[in-house]
């Protein structure tokens, strides 16, 4: 039914935009599908999650997400099954450990000082983690991403070393460990995802 849907939406775009070659359009397609499809994954998503009695630290683990997952990027499950199965394990099962794991203070400290240096590393590296569907193709844009992706995870980080609620604060360290894994060259080559760089080349990155 979405495959459906982005595909006539896809048309009526190329309709109004002639200049829209076969390989715009299918990023356009797959873009408009991860849009769309994020509505019902989403109530899903909380559905669950309200089943399970953490709807709260579901919807809170995606407000404190979206910053940063947004600005670093990461792969793509191939599949509709397989997006909706990650995306309920990963925003279900972070408030789940951060509810039933106590971290010792000084532990807490350590782990986060940590965090941040892997994080800034992998930052430098991968992010903004773009795919082969939907390539990031201006150094503009890039570099934008990056600065966005430095900024919120060092003041998740910050927040989560301040705060006095162990849950929000482990919500914050597991959820931007695991959001960092997925930016990685590991993470793409298990899930056989592809940078956008890898198919279009470094020199399609355009300077505007």
């Not at 991860?34 to 669950?48: A, S, Y």
């Amino acid at each position: 039914m979405i495959d459906k849907i982005c595909t006539f939406l896809t048309n009526r775009i190329r309709k109004e935009m002639p200049d829209i070659d076969d390989e715009r359009a299918e990023v356009i397609n797959y873009g408009l599908q991860n849009i769309i499809g994020e509505i019902p994954k989403t109530f899903l998503v909380l559905i669950i999650a309200y089943f399970l009695g953490i709807w709260k630290e579901t919807l809170l683990t995606f407000i404190l997400l979206i910053p940063y997952k947004n600005a670093s990027g990461g792969f793509h499950l191939k599949t509709h099954l397989g997006c909706i199965i990650g995306t309920t394990i990963f925003y279900c099962g972070i408030p789940v450990l951060a509810k039933l794991l106590i971290i010792n203070e000084i532990v807490k400290y350590i782990i986060i000082g940590a965090l941040w240096i892997f994080g800034m590393c992998m930052i430098r590296l991968y992010a903004p983690a773009d795919t082969e569907n939907v390539p990031i193709l201006t150094k503009k844009d890039r570099n934008r991403k990056r600065v966005i992706a430095f900024v919120t995870f060092s003041v998740g980080l910050v927040i989560a070393g301040i705060i006095n609620n162990s849950t929000i604060s482990n919500i914050i360290i597991f959820g931007y460990l695991l959001q960092t894994l997925m930016i990685t060259k590991l993470a793409y080559r298990l899930t056989n995802n592809k940078y956008g760089y890898e198919v279009y080349g470094d020199a399609s990155v355009q300077n505007v």
